[in-house]
């Protein structure tokens, strides 16, 4: 269980401890108890026993009436209706209806019953009807019969209409009774009733309408049955009683037929209906209790404290409320507070000491007295002012409920340590020798002043950890054994298990068995078990001490050090859980740190160090990567590294933490930088706390495990619950900060006071009648972007009710169409419009701010303003734009919808932008319905991340700040039904109450004449009176004509009711009347004060307000100047005049764009419209040039460029005819939100565009960035080029934060680059060639499809190499396939085939050609080997399974030499010959080509000649290979005979040798030549093509890359393992000296630089060759080189190159292997 969970379940328990002793939490219990009856068909009310004897019966009938009391206690309101509610129903239905009085509910007799049953079977009725005749049946007996039991509630009310009256009738005593603060006790009813009562019901009906309903259809619903079921239950009733006196049967029922049950208002209405309009028992309440209701709605109610706690809690919300800085950087700024910026986060304000007192003060009159905030805000301004403001206040009000929170959850855990204390007294046997066992750690007071001093609710959860860590395990145990103590009491004294019961009902579900314990336990409690908390004591420091330690920075408390080593004092505890001392070690470590880790010191110390140094580092995931761009919230923050958690600021972090949630970003939070050397971290820091300074070897064994345990306890506990507790508190002050955005949004929209107009009024107008502008006539309009849309204007009077409207169908077509018929049409709508406006005379006209075509609606009305004021002389109208943003969510919603249902939707929108303008406060308060539509306004981008509750509480407090400051008039919401909604905001009202007050008056028929009937005729308590009345005005000037009653003058102003005889006061001294002078008369001064006020001037108030201090008033200084300026002016408006919007507004309004959606440096799309000429010049048009084309013969303009002239003249007559535009400049755009966009011809490209014509063209979607922005004319300048969109230098991209990783950045995406080369490189052009074996598909795709192919067919496909490739592949055997690479020459296009194909150096026609010549040869070659009797399947080529085969063979015949044959899978186009001479076998590899077979430089053009050769010339040496360590028939190395010496070129500079080789005289080369020609024939084998080197089984087969063109000397005959060069086979002499100019050009041969370099890289070695027989080779004579040279470079260019076939290495690309990007994929 949570911390939180236990909590909450710790204050239920103390509720039914205490519950005995309030009578207000039993009503509640009992509310809670009867959930289950919400929703009652069948409800049944039982009468009430008024009789006050019932209390003196006799004991035993007591005690049964308790039992029976527990089980049938309910409490709900009556449900019969007052004369009130039956005139407001008449009203609405339009006709008379029967009315009833409160009378006893009495039984029917049979005969009614019986005639109620033939009533039902004959006459079919509407059930609404029978409701009716069950609502309002007994009219005739009204004068007769007195209402049954009167609630608790109207008592009360009555008595609060008497509160001034005298003689009066008291209140029944039973209903009202008071606790010691004055509280009323409500009496616990015996009654069972409906929940939901007919009352709520008539007036849910008043609200939703009663048009569907016909209550005839009803009268079959008498109350008939539901008499008869009371009477049932009443018989229940009494049964239950008699069980008191032993065993009783059941009491026989009357049984009779069952009627119909009478309908609730569940089965009328849907419960989610019923809470919308606040028609639940809970919302009656509310109604009626004397409370205000934001008190009641809280969700810790206000409850009245002593003096003492007022001191405690006003301190401790100075210091959390005002003093503790956020971790994060947050602007909670209120809208009052100074401008001047705060630095380091606003949450606090920095109150100085002296306002505790202030905040003691405000906590009084909010707990104790039940003053609203604003109340205090504005009638006891001496108590706050100047420190607190009414912000201060309602934050001291939210942090009042964190207060009561966290003391009770305090006081619930104190008992539970109290419990948990007298449990281990209990443990302590009576001999007082004897103390708690060892492994029981004593809960002692230390503990009990830890928990006195939690200051938060992180606080309190380390101490509750604390607990739970050593008497978590105890608690079952505890409870278990109060349990046994309780019942073992009960026994004693006798009693029942009833009573047992009714007394501990939080027990009843526990006296039957014990609390089960868990039979598993954790890691801790095994630990313990083990007795390892003896090894956990002798670390030297208890947690505690260490806590201690940490929290004051220096050691002080000394670690004691234990004498014995630790491997010993652990042999002492080895067990089966820790069967090794290195075991019991860890379990000792584990448990220290498991208790250093729940020290409630330690972790409070550890906090404050995490949030202090914790710092974020984020990381974009694949998909962050991807959808993380410019336009991201995230994108400047993509890459952090260590960013300090306290420099996020404002809603960073709640950005990042949606892109966490989304999985676009991965973050950590650490509170140490590792990777910097030399830091040092937090655990270095403290770990010093817990050693002991000594350096002896037992020590430094005692301190290596206390840091071990340091290190768990901060690693694997504390770290991961401070990040995960800082996430927390940073993702909520994050909301906290939007939250307070937003009320600032709203706060700066209502403050706007209503229009005001300029012109002068006539004396008769409207508008100056009543204090301030009430009679404001408005005209809206608003309209649509689309054309075919028609526009409305709607004409609203000055009580904002609609008077007329027009449609406008053409409004927004322009004035100079190209189209005759669209500006005749135009026209006549702007006929139409004057002659409205001239009739109906607006004071303004307000449009609305829909497109940024507002500006054009704007000019035409004011261009026919401006017509009727020269035609008509009509005073000057203002056209103001005002935001359409309310306008559209009011226009949309059911409330609007309701009120005009016959409206279109742009119409509804013109009366809401008027009423917006007559007053903001006014239509912004409508969107307060209970579809909380306000939450459609787009307060703040991210508003939607922030719980709904949080915002509409912060929008609240904003609406009752500024309707308390303005005043609600409440005569004006009854005859007036849209401003209504003000009533919510009310000081001490709210939803419930401000509805129900209306709703009175309107039922009653009657205005409120002054602010006495609220009382005695609203009914309204004394409480709510106190926090309401200054706040409710009443039109005084309007009142004096209309009523005969006294009209107090003072209604119509601020002043308070409570001080009305000081404001009488004031105006009589002010007057300097005679106070025995007849002429002395209050009233009268008053209004002589307010048709004059200066006089009030010469007062001395302060004067005043010291007598007032003297007689017991207190401090009212402030509010006597108050009631003073309130004199001068009556409710004068405090908000700020309207005023047109300033550009920014403006263009925030027509774009609804903001500073944080549309900058400098975003990247939008734009449409081109057209383009801007700049037009010639006077002076440039005389020297003008035109040129004529020499292709078409015409004359071309040299400004517009035009070239269809056929006379020069005709290009003159352009010019004087003003038709040239000029030279184009530049791109006309339009952006979507409407703003137009400019791009110079400069910014079009890179690259130099003399004319943008040719570039763009109109209609054309281009991607741009902004440039600069003009918010007066509404456009920007924009820039196409690729460079500026591409943006690498982040010239335009939003600047990083600070702390971005940009090396991270690049690293990925360099790894990003690398991966999408990778991916090009496999990518394929698609091409148009049409042949049967041609397919646009990938490498992958080829084999698949090859799969069920037949051996030999062939696939041509597209080449990854480009557009001039492709790649024929053809099947070799079921697995095996060889990839062909065709060069393309001569080609269309890129699409097309090439006219000449190339494979290698050998070209053909076409695909045909080189299928037939060049694969299906291949293909027979490979069938013939296929079927070949020892050709052998080894799994594609498996050399160990060939060589596996070899040698079984060989054991069969040792005396033969076994040789098969297998296709190689890895080397497609070559098989493998193996063979077994004697003891290893031996592989070599066979190439195919389409000529025949290559096998050891030979060609061969069958198998069987083939196998002929090889039979006979297995034993010879392999050409071109050079054994890298001994001869393969000799075991001992063994030089190459005939070579005394060897040439080691390994540190020879290669450049030097040429430019040496290149001055040798010709003789030279002759002698090498013939020196040459006498080697000797066992030297190094000679230089074959083929390229590689290559061995017989025997030697290790390692392939080496030859280049492929030769470098023809015997100085480089190799005696080392290296690169050999490839030559063409020459018959003699061996080695041929290279031709001098062949030196000279090294870098055109295939012997690159990288080979010499390899050459020169590789050490000697010693040169060795095979063994075996002497060949002579004649001696060449001398040969004429540069012949030889042109011989061999023809020979070479004939021949194909091939690898050796006894190399395994990769072949040549397009001969064998697949292709480098087609083994990627």
Not at 633 to 655: A, I, M, Q, R, S
Not at 1102 to 1116: P, T
Not at 1351 to 1363: D, F, L, M, N, Y
Not at 1605 to 1623: A, F, K, R, V
Request: charge should be negative.
């Amino acid at each position: 269980m949570s911390a939180d969970g236990y909590f909450e379940e710790e204050a239920e328990v103390s509720d039914e401890e205490f519950r005995a002793s309030s009578d207000e939490e039993d009503d509640e219990a009992d509310d809670d108890k009867n959930l289950d009856d919400l929703i009652d068909d069948n409800p049944v009310e039982e009468e009430e026993d008024d009789d006050s004897s019932d209390s003196d019966s006799d004991d035993d009938n007591d005690d049964d009436e308790e039992v029976v009391s527990k089980k049938r206690r309910r409490r709900d309101f009556d449900d019969r209706l007052e004369d009130d509610d039956y005139d407001l129903i008449e009203e609405n239905l339009g006709v008379k209806v029967e009315r009833k009085k409160f009378r006893r509910l009495k039984q029917l007799s049979s005969d009614e019953e019986s005639e109620t049953e033939e009533k039902e079977e004959t006459t079919p009725v509407d059930e609404r009807e029978q409701i009716a005749n069950t609502l309002f049946d007994g009219a005739d007996e009204e004068e007769e019969v007195a209402p049954a039991i009167p609630s608790a509630a109207i008592e009360e009310d009555k008595m609060y209409a008497d509160l001034d009256s005298e003689g009066e009738e008291d209140s029944d005593g039973d209903d009202f009774i008071v606790d010691d603060d004055g509280q009323p006790i409500r009496k616990k009813k015996d009654r069972r009733r409906p929940r939901y009562t007919d009352q709520a019901l008539q007036e849910a009906q008043d609200i939703f309408g009663l048009d569907d309903f016909d209550f005839r259809e009803f009268e079959k619903y008498g109350e008939d049955q539901y008499e008869e079921e009371e009477e049932d239950m009443y018989e229940m009733y009494e049964e239950v009683e008699d069980e008191g006196e032993g065993e009783v049967k059941p009491k026989a029922k009357k049984i009779v037929k069952k009627k119909a049950a009478k309908k609730s208002i569940y089965d009328v209405f849907e419960p989610s209906e019923l809470e919308r309009g606040h028609f639940t028992d809970l919302d009656n309440e509310i109604r009626t209790a004397d409370i205000p209701e934001r008190f009641q709605l809280r969700s810790i109610p206000v409850r009245p404290t002593e003096d003492y706690e007022l001191d405690e809690e006003a301190e401790w919300i100075h210091k959390h409320a005002f003093l503790t800085s956020p971790v994060t950087q947050q602007d909670m700024s209120d809208p009052l507070s100074s401008e001047a910026s705060q630095v380091g986060g606003t949450m606090h304000n920095n109150k100085s000491p002296e306002t505790v007192g202030k905040i003691k003060e405000a906590l009084n009159f909010i707990r104790n007295q039940q003053f609203e905030v604003p109340f205090i805000s504005f009638y006891r301004k001496e108590y706050v002012e100047p420190e607190l403001n009414i912000y201060d206040l309602w934050k001291i009000y939210h942090w009042d409920e964190k207060w009561t929170q966290l003391r009770t959850r305090k006081q619930n855990l104190k008992r539970l340590f109290e419990k948990m204390q007298n449990y281990q007294f209990e443990l302590i046997p009576h001999d007082a020798d004897q103390t708690l066992p060892e492994n029981i750690r004593p809960l002692t007071e230390t503990d009990m002043e830890r928990l006195d001093a939690v200051q938060t609710h992180e606080e309190l959860r380390d101490v509750y950890m604390h607990f739970l860590l050593y008497y978590g395990r105890d608690i079952p145990k505890m409870q278990n054994a109060a349990r046994a103590k309780k019942k073992a009491e009960k026994h004693k004294e006798g009693e029942e298990a009833e009573g047992v019961e009714t007394e501990q009902p939080e027990d009843i579900s526990g006296t039957s068995r014990e609390i089960k314990q868990a039979a598993r336990k954790g890691m801790y409690g095994l630990c313990e078990q083990a007795g390892l908390d003896g090894i956990a004591k002798k670390f030297g420091l208890t947690p505690e001490q260490f806590g201690e330690n940490l929290r004051d920075n220096y050691q002080r408390h000394d670690t004691e050090q234990y004498p014995a080593e630790p491997l010993e004092l652990a042999q002492e505890h080895v067990c089966p859980q820790f069967p090794n001392p290195e075991a019991v070690l860890h379990g000792a470590r584990y448990m220290v740190a498991m208790q250093l880790a729940h020290d409630p010191l330690v972790r409070q110390g550890v906090r404050e160090t995490y949030r202090e140094r914790a710092k974020l580092s984020l990381k974009p995931t694949k998909k962050g990567l991807k959808e993380i761009d410019e336009n991201h919230t995230c994108f400047t923050v993509k890459y952090l590294k260590h960013k300090p958690v306290k420099d996020l600021e404002n809603d960073v972090y709640l950005k990042i933490n949606m892109a966490i949630e989304e999985g676009l970003l991965t973050s950590t939070i650490v509170i140490d930088m590792d990777d910097h050397p030399g830091y040092q971290t937090y655990f270095d820091e403290i770990k010093q706390l817990y050693y002991r300074d000594e350096f002896s070897s037992l020590v430094q064994e005692w301190n290596k495990l206390r840091s071990e345990s340091i290190e768990m306890a901060l690693t694997k506990i504390i770290y991961p619950q401070m990040e995960k507790e800082l996430r927390g508190k940073v993702l909520q002050e994050s909301k906290d900060g939007i939250v307070s955005n937003i009320s600032r949004k709203l706060f700066n929209w209502i403050k706007i006071a209503p229009y005001q107009a300029d012109q002068q009024m006539d004396e008769d107008d409207e508008f100056l009648d009543g204090p301030g502008p009430v009679g404001l006539k408005v005209l809206g309009v608003a309209y649509s972007d689309d054309k075919n849309t028609p526009a409305f204007g709607v004409m609203i009077d000055g009580d904002g009710e609609v008077q007329d409207f027009i449609r406008l169908s053409n409004l927004m077509l322009r004035r100079n169409s190209y189209r005759k018929r669209e500006r005749e049409q135009k026209e006549s709508d702007m006929e139409k419009l004057k002659n409205f406006i001239a009739k109906k005379k607006p004071h303004v006209v307000a449009v609305a701010s829909e497109s940024r075509d507002a500006i054009n609606v704007i000019e035409d009305i004011k261009g026919c303003i401006a017509e009727l004021e020269s035609e008509e002389q009509m005073a000057p109208i203002n056209v103001e734009l005002v935001d359409n943003n309310m306008a559209v969510v009011y226009a949309n919603s059911k409330m609007c919808e309701s009120e005009f249902r016959e409206y279109p939707t742009y119409l509804r929108q013109a009366v809401s932008v008027a009423r917006r303008l007559q007053d903001p406060l006014i239509e912004f308060s409508r969107l307060c319905n209970p579809d909380e539509d306000i939450l459609c306004l787009r307060l703040h981008p991210l508003q939607d991340q922030v719980p709904k509750e949080d915002i509409l509480y912060s929008i609240y407090l904003e609406f009752v700040y500024r309707t308390c400051e303005v005043g609600m008039d409440v005569n004006k919401a009854i005859n007036h039904s849209h401003t209504a909604q003000l009533s919510q905001f009310v000081c001490g009202l709210g939803p419930r109450k401000g509805t129900h007050l209306i709703r009175q008056l309107k039922s009653s028929n009657m205005r409120l004449e002054n602010r006495t009937q609220l009382v005695t005729a609203c009914n309204m308590g004394p409480k709510v009176f106190i926090n309401c009345a200054g706040f409710i005005k009443i039109d005084t000037n309007a009142m004096g004509d209309s009523t005969d009653s006294y009209i107090e003058v003072l209604d119509g102003s601020r002043v308070h009711p409570e001080t009305y005889e000081w404001a009488r006061k004031m105006a009589v001294d002010a007057l300097e009347y005679d106070e025995a002078a007849e002429e002395n008369n209050p009233a009268g001064a008053l209004d002589e004060i307010l048709e004059n006020p200066d006089k009030l001037k010469d007062l001395d108030l302060d004067a005043f307000a010291e007598e007032l201090e003297r007689q017991g008033y207190g401090n009212k200084g402030i509010t006597l100047y108050d009631i003073r300026a309130e004199l001068n002016s009556r409710y004068k408006d405090l908000r700020i005049p309207f005023h047109a919007p300033t550009n920014d507004e403006r263009f925030g309004m027509l774009t609804k764009e903001s500073p944080d959606t549309f900058y400098v440096g975003k990247m939008i799309m734009c449409r081109v419209t057209g383009f801007a000429h700049r037009r010639p010049r006077g002076e440039q048009l005389d020297n003008a040039d035109p040129v004529q084309i020499t292709e078409t013969r015409l004359w071309q303009c040299p400004f517009c460029l035009q070239d269809d002239f056929p006379d020069l003249s005709e290009v003159w007559s352009h010019f004087d005819g003003n038709k040239c535009p000029g030279q184009a400049v530049g791109v006309k755009t339009r952006l979507d939100n409407g703003v137009t966009g400019f791009i110079p011809t400069k910014m079009i490209s890179d690259k130099h565009v003399k004319n943008p014509e040719e570039r763009v063209k109109a209609g054309m979607s281009l991607h741009c960035r902004v440039t600069k922005i003009d918010i007066e004319k509404l456009q920007v300048d924009l820039t196409c080029k690729s460079s500026d969109l591409a943006d690498k230098n982040n010239e335009w991209l939003p600047n990083k934060d600070d702390y971005y990783d940009h090396e991270a950045e690049y690293k990925e995406k360099r790894a990003e680059e690398d991966l999408k080369n990778k991916k090009n490189r496999s990518m394929y052009v698609k091409r148009v060639i049409a042949h049967p074996s041609f397919h646009n598909i990938n490498y992958k795709e080829t084999e698949k499809k090859m799969e069920d192919m037949e051996q030999g067919e062939v696939i041509v496909r597209p080449s990854s190499k480009g557009q001039d490739r492709l790649t024929v592949t053809w099947k070799v055997d079921d697995g095996i396939y060889q990839h062909i690479d065709i060069r393309e020459e001569g080609k269309e296009n890129a699409f097309s085939l090439g006219q000449s194909l190339w494979i290698a150096n050998e070209e053909f026609e076409d695909l045909d050609e080189i299928i037939a010549r060049h694969v299906q040869p291949m293909a027979s070659f490979i069938r013939d080997v296929l079927s070949h009797k020892y050709c052998k399947n080894t799994q594609g080529g498996k050399r160990e399974i060939l060589e596996k085969i070899l040698m079984e063979e060989k054991k069969k015949a040792p005396s033969k030499i076994p040789y098969f044959m297998t296709l190689c899978k890895d080397y497609p186009g070559k098989f493998i010959l193996g063979y077994q001479p004697r003891i290893k076998p031996r592989c070599e590899y066979v190439t195919i080509t389409p000529d025949g077979f290559r096998y050891r430089q030979r060609m061969h053009s069958s198998l069987n000649s083939l196998l002929r050769w090889f039979k006979e010339h297995f034993r010879d040496p392999i050409p071109g290979a050079t054994p890298r360590n001994h001869t393969p028939m000799s075991s001992h190395t063994e030089n190459t005979p005939g070579s005394g010496r060897s040439f080691n070129l390994a540190n020879v500079d290669t450049s030097l040798l040429q430019k040496a080789i290149s001055t040798f005289p010709s003789q030279v080369f002759s002698a090498i030549a013939n020196m040459t020609g006498q080697q000797n024939p066992n030297a190094t084998p000679q230089l074959l093509p083929g390229g590689q080197f290559g061995s017989v089984s025997g030697y290790r087969n390692q392939p080496f890359a030859t280049p492929q063109n030769p470098i023809q000397t015997p100085l480089l005959t190799p005696s080392y393992p290296i690169q050999t060069p490839q030559t063409n086979p020459i018959q003699t002499p061996q080695y041929q000296p290279t031709p001098r100019q062949n030196w000279s050009a090294a870098p055109s041969t295939s012997t690159t630089v990288q080979n010499i370099q390899s050459v020169q890289a590789v050490p000697p070695q010693p040169r060795t060759t095979p063994r075996s027989t002497p060949q002579r080779v004649a001696p060449a004579p001398a040969m004429d080189w540069a012949k030889a040279a042109a011989q061999w470079a023809k020979k070479r260019a004939e021949e194909k190159t091939e690898p050796s076939p006894m190399v395994e290495s990769t072949p040549l690309a397009g001969d064998a292997t697949p292709l480098i990007d087609e083994q990627d994929k």
